[in-house]
């Protein structure tokens, strides 16, 4: 198929996130594959992870009339750069490779604009995932929490038997990224959808609001007091040195096991986080593409089609920790972690329960986004501020856009 659309060679620029060990890995494969077909690769790349200063430095190439070929967008921000008229059209290279026909709907609805494809997906990550260091648990004579009670009771062992309960990174995205997990498992996912995606003011102000806060809240005392300003990946690497017992995080973690020669259900644990197992926060990273002409179009055409490929898909996936997006992939090379996560999607699209992820941009407007993500933070890093005051701060940062 791709033959039909041969490129001729040119310079793909392209912006992403992806600077830590298990994401480099990722988008190096990329790269390879590209430059396998002739085109020169312009790596792009803005450390910090979730994408904010990767999003603020694109802001800054796009205004000033320099946009890359493609940079990672995802969620509802697609459709705010639409509304701006800078991203290409790729119906051609979706009609020849059948994107409609090996796309989820709900995947392929977000990729396009006004009808249009201007995107291209490469992964589904699952968010709420616990990670647990299993020899930390059996030192500490612990169990893997299923409920956030339980939670607490195996974290008070973590933390006697002189081990750091949880390991966490106190940056906005993180902090969002823990909440949004507690809230889920407090809550469950009817209220999940009310609260994060209808913004409905009344399951904002409601009690299991305020209950979700205060459980997220009691997690604090099981982090170090090193945890301001950590990198994710660095949070993981304590769980993978035995220096703390666990870690929420998305299946990017994953990556970093991977990228470490940890070994799935053996030196490492990947669960449902507590209470939450029955429903999937899903996280979809795709390229959109910047309007270009001649040979950097021909190129950027061929970095779509590439991205789509089930080769591509295959590999990328193995090291990024999450799954592929296309459907009907031969997941046999994944590991365990890869194919509960597979099966966990369908299975949740069928019962409804598979929601998307407010703290990854898959939900909100970036600014409803983003005053959320403030209060959050604001919450977890005042010890005055309760719960009820922080339920009144989101219940404004709803009316935000
Ligand atoms: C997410 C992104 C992932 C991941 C993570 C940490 O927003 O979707 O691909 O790598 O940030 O950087």
């Known amino acids: 198929m791709t033959v039909a659309l041969a490129a001729k060679a040119g310079e793909v620029e392209v912006l992403h996130w992806w600077t830590s060990g298990g994401e480099a890995k990722a988008a190096a ?16 790349a803005v450390a910090g ?5 990767a999003m603020t430095v694109l802001k800054s190439r796009v205004v000033s009339g320099n946009p890359p ?35 989820p ?31 930390v648990f059996k ?17 008070e062992k973590l933390q006697k038997a002189g081990f750091i309960p949880l390991a966490h990174g ?16 407090v809550g469950g996912p ?68 991977l990228a470490a020669g940890k070994v799935p259900g053996k030196d490492f644990i990947c669960t449902a986080a507590p209470g939450t197992s029955n429903a999937y926060t899903f996280n979809i990273d795709s390229f959109a593409m910047f309007k270009l002409t001649g040979d950097a179009a021909k190129a950027q055409k061929d970095l779509a089609a590439t991205i789509m490929s089930p080769a591509f898909q295959e590999v990328f996936n193995l090291n990024k920790g999450s799954i592929p997006a296309r459907l009907n992939m031969d997941m046999s090379k994944f590991d365990d972690c890869g194919k509960q996560s597979s099966k966990d999607f369908v299975a949740t699209a069928k019962s409804n329960t598979l929601v998307p992820s407010w703290a990854h941009g898959m939900a909100m407007h970036s600014a409803t986004q983003g005053a959320f993500q403030d209060t959050i933070s604001q919450f977890w890093n005042t010890d005055s501020m309760t719960a009820k005051q922080a339920v009144e701060k989101l219940a404004a940062a709803a009316k935000v856009q």
């Open 49 to 53: 992870g979730g994408g904010d200063n």
């Open 190 to 257: 009817e209220f999940y959808k009310k609260a994060f995606i209808q913004l409905d003011q009344g399951t904002i102000k409601s009690a299991k609001m305020e209950e979700a806060l205060s459980t997220y809240k009691s997690l604090k005392k099981y982090t170090d007091k090193n945890a301001p300003g950590r990198d994710w990946n660095l949070a993981t690497a304590m769980v993978i040195q035995g220096k703390a017992g666990m870690q929420i995080m998305g299946d990017w973690a994953k990556g970093e096991f």
């Open 105 to 135: 709907k709900v995947v392929a609805d977000v990729m396009k604009y006004k009808g249009h494809y201007v995107a291209a997906p490469v992964n589904v990550h699952r968010v709420n995932w616990l990670w647990a260091n299993p020899e």
């Open 139 to 155: 030192k500490a004579g612990a169990k893997i929490p299923t409920t956030w009670k339980e939670f607490g009771e195996s974290a």
């Open 69 to 103: 070929a493609a940079a990672q967008i995802k969620g509802p921000a697609i459709q705010e750069w639409g509304d701006e008229g800078v991203l290409a059209n790729l119906d051609d290279v979706a009609q020849a490779e059948r994107w409609d026909q090996v796309l």
């Open 170 to 185: 106190g940056q906005a995205w993180q902090d969002a990224t823990v909440f949004e997990a507690v809230a889920l498992g």
């Open 29 to 44: 494969e990329l790269k390879k594959m590209m430059q396998s077909k002739g085109h020169t690769w312009k790596d792009f």
